[in-house]
């Protein structure tokens, strides 16, 4: 009967057990407004309807005895929410490492620009809806009156 009793306290020592919970999986809010798939970063963003493109370019000019060298970095980005919604954003940085023109020229031309957004829509096969901005950087050399300042309906509207 000893032994018995030593075989069960020893058997009841060594086993495991497992409390499995009953009650039903509840779902939280959360669950309904995220995405969980392979797809999507951090549930909201689809990574697949996303495309950037990067560019980069460097110029130099010289004239009349002063000289300018430009650096511009443009990040192009668009994310398309449906097959006939998109959203576009140009962004550049813009920097002079080298200048003739002074330090308030270089400092006035250089920094980060928002060159474009649009917003494309197509409601129906052959016509198109945009909403878009674009902004033309302008230094403060054109706004004195030393040269002439980019106008985009130069041409379109008559000469400005």
Excluded: W
């Excluded at 006939?84 to 006035?108: M, R």
């Amino acid at each position: 009967m000893k032994k018995l009793l030593f075989l069960m306290v020893l058997f009841a020592c060594t086993a495991f057990a497992q409390f499995k919970d009953e009650s039903p999986i509840k779902p939280s809010i959360a669950d309904g407004m995220i995405d969980q798939s392979p797809d999507f970063v951090l549930g909201l963003f689809d990574a697949s309807k996303f495309s950037m493109h990067h560019s980069y370019s460097l110029s130099y000019t010289s004239g009349g005895g002063n000289a300018m060298a430009l650096g511009v970095y443009t990040n192009s980005m668009m994310y398309r929410f449906a097959d006939n919604l998109d959203v576009q954003v140009d962004a550049s940085l813009v920097q002079s490492p080298y200048s003739t023109l002074g330090k308030n020229f270089q400092n006035s031309i250089s920094g980060i620009y928002l060159n474009r957004a649009a917003i494309n829509y197509s409601p129906l096969k052959n016509m198109n809806i945009s909403i878009l901005y674009q902004h033309f950087p302008e230094s403060s050399f054109y706004n004195r009156g030393y040269g002439y300042g980019y106008s985009p309906f130069y041409g379109v509207l008559g000469n400005p």
